[in-house]
């Protein structure tokens, strides 16, 4: 049995419900995973193997807290030190973790076995500074308080590291000092940022950042790509098996340098910027405005002059295209766990594109979405699966699609 086999258990796993395959030997959930995607992909083509972690324990390199205090009476009532003895909280202590699964409940949370080990070592440094700053934890109910959640990302091979607070007003007080507190704790802090949340909701981030510290945003690299990466872009979170499946995606574009590729929901540009230079010129869309932004900042930074970015709904500026009877060779897309929708996939059938690269984090509706695709002139050649979210039931796939010769 090798060293993914040995099951490390997580003190937290009942009341988290993070991750689903709690307990289960990280071989098995390989095994699942291959028979989700069998399951809703198997049907139009060949899945291949998938490609599992080697050591399958603190990739995510966003790690998100939410913090409260015990209540009195209140539910959490104990939690595990990081040496695993059990200590009771009092009433009054500040905690940070997760909500507990389909509550408001906040489940205390020291370190976590998938989650980056310094994002969790700053977390609870900053919890243990509060008290001194008299920083008070955001009562969702009243909105009376301060500190409502705390995002830390770290860039996998940079080493760069971004620090959200999420504040439910745009007043930190003795914010400089606080600044300079956490940083003598972690030099390896490039940058803080104060996000401002005051609305009753369950997103975490709000619209306004107000930069505590350095540039507001980390750099990482993928693929060679140098990326950078604001508070409210995506970007995904196992870097690692990200560039497996980058690999395989822009293998599968097999491009000879004379293509026209379009990367559709492209986040802060990756897909397209790390193939750009194995075609002939390249389009992106998006939707989120600072991700827009930072993508066509990413081009510039890698000086790839062949690809434009635009911000919009990739559904009707794939309709704009093919209403231009615009055509593409390459089609990346990359939509989220809710798919695709007919708009988009009309006309992506319209631009005809010779292949189709769909990344997809939803075996499900990359299932749904094939069934239009291959109704419409369009075959599955073959699917890779790859684990980007040990111990969680998710899966990540890319797809090829060929389209079919008349
Ligand atoms: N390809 C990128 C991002 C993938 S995540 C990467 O690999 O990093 C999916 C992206 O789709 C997110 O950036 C999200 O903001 C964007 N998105 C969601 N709905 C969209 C829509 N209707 N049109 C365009 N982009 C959308």
């Given at each position: 049995m090798g060293e993914n086999n040995t099951q490390i258990t997580c003190p937290y796993a009942k009341k988290c419900?993070?991750?689903?395959?709690?307990?289960?030997?990280y071989e098995r959930q390989l095994k699942e995973k291959q028979a989700q995607v069998k399951k809703y992909v198997g049907g139009y083509c060949k899945v291949r193997p998938i490609l599992g972690m080697e050591n399958p324990y603190h990739y995510r390199n966003k790690v998100h807290a939410v913090f409260d205090i015990v209540k009195?009476?209140?539910?959490?009532k104990s939690s595990r030190g990081k040496g695993g003895g059990r200590k009771e909280l009092l009433p009054g202590t500040i905690i940070s973790g997760v909500y507990a699964a389909g509550t408001h409940e906040v489940v205390p949370?020291?370190?976590?076995?998938?989650?980056?080990e310094t994002a969790d070592a700053i977390i609870r440094d900053i919890r243990g500074l509060m008290r001194s700053f008299k920083i008070k934890t955001y009562d969702?109910?009243?909105?009376?308080?301060l500190l409502r959640h705390v995002l830390v990302r770290r860039g996998?091979?940079?080493g760069e590291v971004m620090v959200v607070l999420v504040l439910g007003d745009p007043i930190l007080p003795s914010k400089n000092n606080f600044v300079k507190a956490l940083r003598r704790l972690h030099?390896?802090?490039t940058t803080m940022i104060l996000n401002v949340n005051s609305k009753k909701?369950?997103?975490?981030?709000?619209e306004r950042n107000i930069v505590?510290?350095?540039?507001g945003y980390i750099e990482d690299e993928l693929c060679g790509r140098t990326f950078r990466i604001s508070p409210h872009s995506f970007y995904q979170v196992n870097p690692v098996q990200t560039e497996l499946l980058y690999q395989k995606a822009v293998e599968y574009a097999g491009?000879?340098?004379k293509e026209r590729i379009v990367d559709a929901y492209c986040g802060i540009g990756t897909i397209g910027l790390i193939a750009a230079d194995q075609a002939r010129e390249g389009i992106g869309v998006e939707l989120n405005p600072d991700a827009v932004r930072d993508a066509i900042t990413n081009a510039k930074r890698n000086g790839i002059r062949n690809i434009r970015f635009y911000q919009g709904d990739a559904g009707e500026f794939m309709t704009e295209m093919a209403a231009k009877k615009e055509k593409a060779d390459v089609l990346f897309m990359d939509p989220p766990r809710s798919g695709s929708d007919e708009a988009f996939l009309s006309s992506a059938v319209k631009l005809s594109p010779k292949r189709i690269v769909y990344i997809s984090c939803n075996p499900e509706t990359l299932g749904r979405d094939l069934g239009y695709l291959t109704k419409h002139g369009?075959?599955?050649?073959e699917c890779q699966p790859v684990?980007?979210?040990?111990?969680?039931?998710h899966v990540e796939c890319v797809c090829l699609m060929t389209r079919k010769e008349k």
């Amino acid at each position: 049995m090798g060293e993914n086999n040995t099951q490390i258990t997580c003190p937290y796993a009942k009341k988290c419900g993070g991750c689903e395959y709690q307990g289960m030997e990280y071989e098995r959930q390989l095994k699942e995973k291959q028979a989700q995607v069998k399951k809703y992909v198997g049907g139009y083509c060949k899945v291949r193997p998938i490609l599992g972690m080697e050591n399958p324990y603190h990739y995510r390199n966003k790690v998100h807290a939410v913090f409260d205090i015990v209540k009195k009476g209140g539910a959490p009532k104990s939690s595990r030190g990081k040496g695993g003895g059990r200590k009771e909280l009092l009433p009054g202590t500040i905690i940070s973790g997760v909500y507990a699964a389909g509550t408001h409940e906040v489940v205390p949370i020291d370190s976590c076995l998938i989650e980056d080990e310094t994002a969790d070592a700053i977390i609870r440094d900053i919890r243990g500074l509060m008290r001194s700053f008299k920083i008070k934890t955001y009562d969702e109910d009243t909105g009376y308080g301060l500190l409502r959640h705390v995002l830390v990302r770290r860039g996998f091979h940079s080493g760069e590291v971004m620090v959200v607070l999420v504040l439910g007003d745009p007043i930190l007080p003795s914010k400089n000092n606080f600044v300079k507190a956490l940083r003598r704790l972690h030099p390896e802090i490039t940058t803080m940022i104060l996000n401002v949340n005051s609305k009753k909701t369950s997103m975490v981030l709000g619209e306004r950042n107000i930069v505590l510290y350095g540039k507001g945003y980390i750099e990482d690299e993928l693929c060679g790509r140098t990326f950078r990466i604001s508070p409210h872009s995506f970007y995904q979170v196992n870097p690692v098996q990200t560039e497996l499946l980058y690999q395989k995606a822009v293998e599968y574009a097999g491009l000879t340098g004379k293509e026209r590729i379009v990367d559709a929901y492209c986040g802060i540009g990756t897909i397209g910027l790390i193939a750009a230079d194995q075609a002939r010129e390249g389009i992106g869309v998006e939707l989120n405005p600072d991700a827009v932004r930072d993508a066509i900042t990413n081009a510039k930074r890698n000086g790839i002059r062949n690809i434009r970015f635009y911000q919009g709904d990739a559904g009707e500026f794939m309709t704009e295209m093919a209403a231009k009877k615009e055509k593409a060779d390459v089609l990346f897309m990359d939509p989220p766990r809710s798919g695709s929708d007919e708009a988009f996939l009309s006309s992506a059938v319209k631009l005809s594109p010779k292949r189709i690269v769909y990344i997809s984090c939803n075996p499900e509706t990359l299932g749904r979405d094939l069934g239009y695709l291959t109704k419409h002139g369009y075959r599955a050649a073959e699917c890779q699966p790859v684990d980007l979210f040990p111990w969680t039931g998710h899966v990540e796939c890319v797809c090829l699609m060929t389209r079919k010769e008349k």
